[in-house]
């Protein structure tokens, strides 16, 4: 009965020792799956609040692209604001080129003697406010600088200038983006000139073939 017994013990004891291992292996397994479910569970997280501050920072970008253009558009009405204003003081101005340099000199007469004795148009003493020199490109004489008191003795001087004699120029007191604008309308006439299509100039206005050529008024 003893060896039966220890026969069995025998027999059993292997069996028992592998259902234990498989026992322990199973705990480690499952303590190993909860760590690791765990640690899944914890970069869940941590991947929600990533995507939650992605979420925030794009509404920020996107205030910030509203704001830029909010912003571009203000300044490009300010831009506006300041050519309009700028055009309005160069309004009654007129730009004389030749009139010779002499010490003491009185330009404001000098100005005036030009359109008389050139153009035979009478300015009154008071009809030109003031007048100056421009700082040259280091040729003399400098350009003259004049300000009329009204309008029409100023477009006077420009439909006549013409006349003057071929020392003497006569140019309008333009602003930076309105040479630019001229200088633009210039090359688009000679490109049209250079294809044979009619080109005619009415004042500042361009006409190629009938048609009125206008640029873009936004201030760059």
Not at 16 to 20: T, Y
């Given at each position: 009965m003893k060896f039966t017994l220890r026969r069995f013990a025998n027999k059993v004891r292997p069996v028992?020792?592998?259902?234990?291992g498989y026992v322990c292996l199973v705990l480690f397994v499952s303590k190993?799956?909860?760590?690791l479910n765990k640690q899944i569970e914890r970069m869940l997280v941590r991947v929600r609040a990533l995507q939650s501050e992605q979420a925030k920072l794009g509404e920020i970008q996107e205030r910030f692209v509203v704001d830029i253009n909010k912003t571009d558009h203000n300044i490009h009405a300010l831009d506006a604001q300041?050519?309009?204003?700028?055009?309005h003081t160069k309004r009654y101005n007129l730009i004389f080129m030749g009139i010779p340099e002499s010490e003491n000199e009185d330009l404001t007469d000098a100005v005036r003697r030009l359109a008389d004795e050139s153009m035979g148009i009478s300015i009154g003493e008071k009809d030109v406010e003031y007048a100056h020199r421009l700082k040259g490109n280091g040729t003399k004489p400098r350009p003259v600088l004049a300000k009329f008191a009204r309008?029409?003795?100023?477009?006077?001087i420009l439909y006549r200038r013409k006349s003057l004699p071929p020392e003497f120029a006569v140019e309008e007191d333009l602003t930076e983006f309105q040479m630019m604008k001229r200088r633009k309308l210039m090359m688009l006439a000679n490109k049209a000139e250079a294809e044979g299509r009619?080109?005619?100039w009415s004042?500042?206005?361009?006409?190629?073939?009938g048609?009125?050529?206008k640029l873009s008024d936004k201030v760059t």
């Open positions: 028992a020792l592998a259902l234990i190993e799956q909860y760590s300041i050519e309009q204003l700028v055009q309008w029409k003795d100023k477009t006077r009619r080109v005619r004042g500042k206005i361009l006409f190629v073939d048609k009125e050529i």
